[in-house]
């Protein structure tokens, strides 16, 4: 019985990945209404999951590719891989409405630019202070600190390895859970009041979860502003993170 | 029918791999340069071109937008297949870049409104896209 049902899991793969990852999502957005009342965002408990759940898988078989390193987990590796994470990213660009983002004008774009920058600057550092000191390896946790997905973008873009992809996507979720858990706490000091204070937050901010969720957490009128420049975000990290950027650390560091 | 809104984006996906990696050969690395971003620029500039034309009915549109739906399960899959155990190893990178970065940039937002003059006429709403698929994410 058990073999059979094991036979057919790992025989469609990819529809095992579709049922396990939605488990794991039902799980973490109940989690995230029961256990945080909403504080946390339900997306960020699912990444956590999913990183568990990789630990365990490297841990049981001492692979690199953590839960699809077990035969039954397999399809994780496809749906989870290059080419759909790739997929998805750019259809979130579908979202973007161009004429709401122009009213965000010039202040909203310095946000953005900065909000790519210093997070950028500030991973790259740590990063070689920490001996992480080739190019590829501070870029790629450089840019994990932006948003945790223009860090394995990045990392899959410039041939970084997996502990390093790893460690980029754990930076980028332990802001994402700063910014969620942390906004309302410090909403005053950051004068989030307004449409235009929230685009800036949303540019400087970074990922969509984070600010959406730290911005519900404060003032639900506020997240579509800051929603709006926020999905611009992995955008020109994924443009900037590979490009520009890999450059300049290239550059600095020779 | 659906399947346009999915070809669309696939037409997109592939055109921006494409040219990122020809600018990665014009800039003499051996990576694909930005062309996830160059992909999410021609996505974008695609749907206000259709939009305008009115090419571009609600059908087609939830061809991309089960995608672009999908991203946050695609990314769990993803950390569900990152190499955990070694990145364990190097803990305190990520908290202090984390810690850093946000608290940087908290100084700078909170530095920009405090720029901000007070009598700002009250704007419209923006109206995004897709409000379940906002929710979603």
Redesign the interface.
């Known amino acids: 019985m058990i073999e059979i049902l094991q036979k057919a899991a790992a025989q469609n793969g990819l529809v095992t990945?579709?049922a396990v990852?939605?488990v794991?999502?039902l799980l973490s957005m109940q989690l995230s209404k029961r256990l945080t009342m909403g504080r946390v965002h339900g997306?960020a408990i699912?990444?956590v999951?999913?990183?568990?759940?990789?630990?365990w898988?490297?841990?049981r078989t001492g692979g690199?590719?953590?839960?699809?390193d077990l035969s039954l987990?397999g399809g994780?590796?496809l749906?989870?891989?290059a080419m759909?994470?790739?997929?998805?990213?750019?259809?979130?660009?579908?979202?973007?409405?161009?004429t709401?983002a122009r009213?965000a004008g010039m202040?909203g774009a310095?946000?953005l630019l900065?909000?790519t920058l210093?997070?950028f600057i500030?991973?790259a550092s740590?990063?070689w202070s920490?001996g992480?000191s080739d190019a590829v390896s501070m870029t790629t946790?450089?840019a994990?600190?932006?948003t945790?997905?223009v860090g394995?973008?990045t990392g899959a873009?410039?041939?970084a390895?997996?502990?390093?992809?790893?460690?980029s996507?754990?930076?980028?979720?332990?802001?994402a859970i700063?910014?969620m858990v942390?906004t309302p706490i410090?909403a005053k000091?950051?004068?989030?009041?307004?449409?235009?204070?929230a685009m800036?937050?949303g540019g400087?901010?970074?990922t969509?979860?984070g600010v959406?969720a730290g911005l519900a957490a404060t003032d639900r009128k506020l997240v579509?502003?800051g929603?709006?420049v926020a999905t611009f975000h992995t955008?020109?990290?994924?443009?900037?993170?590979?490009?520009l950027l890999f450059?300049a650390t290239k550059a600095i560091i020779g | 029918m659906i399947i346009y809104g999915t070809a669309l984006l696939a037409a997109c996906h592939l055109l921006g791999i494409f040219l990122g990696d020809l600018l990665g050969q014009a800039l003499g690395v051996k990576t694909n340069v930005g062309g996830v971003g160059i992909a999410m620029l021609l996505l974008i500039f695609a749907r206000l071109y259709m939009a305008k034309r009115e090419i571009l009915p609600k059908l087609t549109e939830l061809g991309v937008e089960y995608w672009g739906a999908m991203y946050i399960p695609v990314v769990v899959a993803m950390a569900a297949q990152q190499d955990v155990v070694a990145a364990l190893r190097g803990g305190p990178v990520a908290l202090l870049s984390a810690v850093g970065a946000a608290a940087l940039c908290a100084c700078v937002i909170a530095f920009i409104n405090r720029t901000e003059r007070p009598a700002v006429a009250a704007e419209p709403e923006p109206v995004l896209h897709n409000e379940l698929l906002t929710e979603a994410e």
């Open positions: 990945a579709f990852v939605g794991v999502m997306s699912a990444i999951i999913g990183l568990a759940l990789a630990y898988g490297g841990v690199h590719k953590g839960l699809a987990f994780i590796g749906m989870g891989g759909l994470r790739d997929f998805a990213i750019v259809a979130t660009a579908f979202e973007v409405q161009a709401e009213k202040i310095v946000a900065l909000g210093l997070p500030v991973g740590v990063a920490m992480y946790i450089g994990g600190a932006v945790y997905i394995p973008v873009a410039i041939g390895s997996s502990d390093v992809m790893a460690l996507i754990a930076t980028g979720l332990v802001k700063i910014v942390g410090a000091f950051l004068g989030l009041k307004t449409p235009r204070s800036v937050f400087l901010a970074g969509v979860s959406s579509p502003y929603a709006l955008g020109l990290g994924c443009l900037l993170g590979p490009s450059f």
